[in-house]
C-alpha cells in the first residue's frame, strides 16, 4: 500500500459485524474492506458530482433538448428496436 494515514470512523454494531464477517470469509483485513468500500464510494459520487457539473454547463450554454425529445426518449427506454 502506498503511503496511508489512519481514520476512525463509528458504525453501528451491526455494520461492524457485517464488516467483521466478510473479513473472515474474504480473508481480507476489515481495514482492506473498510477502505476499498470508502474508494468505491467516492469514485460513484466524484463521477455523480461531475455529471452535474456537465449537465448544469451544458444548460448554461444552452445546450439542451425539447420536453417533446426527451419524453420521446424515455418512452424508447424498455422496447425493442423494430429491424
Known amino acids: 500500500m ?3 494515514i ?3 470512523t ?3 454494531t451491526d455494520l461492524a459485524e457485517r464488516l467483521a ?11 482492506f474492506l ?3 468500500a470508502i474508494e468505491e464510494f467516492l469514485n460513484v459520487q466524484e463521477w ?5 457539473k456537465e449537465g448544469l454547463a451544458a444548460a448554461d450554454r444552452g445546450d439542451l ?3 417533446e425529445k426527451a419524453i420521446a ?3 424508447s427506454w424498455g422496447k425493442r428496436a423494430k429491424t
Do not use: G, M
Open 2 to 4: 502506498s503511503d496511508s
Open 6 to 8: 489512519l481514520i476512525s
Open 10 to 12: 463509528r458504525v453501528s
Open 21 to 31: 464477517a466478510l473479513a473472515q470469509t474474504t480473508h481480507r483485513s476489515k481495514s
Open 34 to 36: 473498510a477502505a476499498q
Open 48 to 52: 455523480q458530482v461531475e455529471a452535474i
Open 65 to 67: 433538448s425539447s420536453h
Open 73 to 75: 426518449i424515455l418512452n
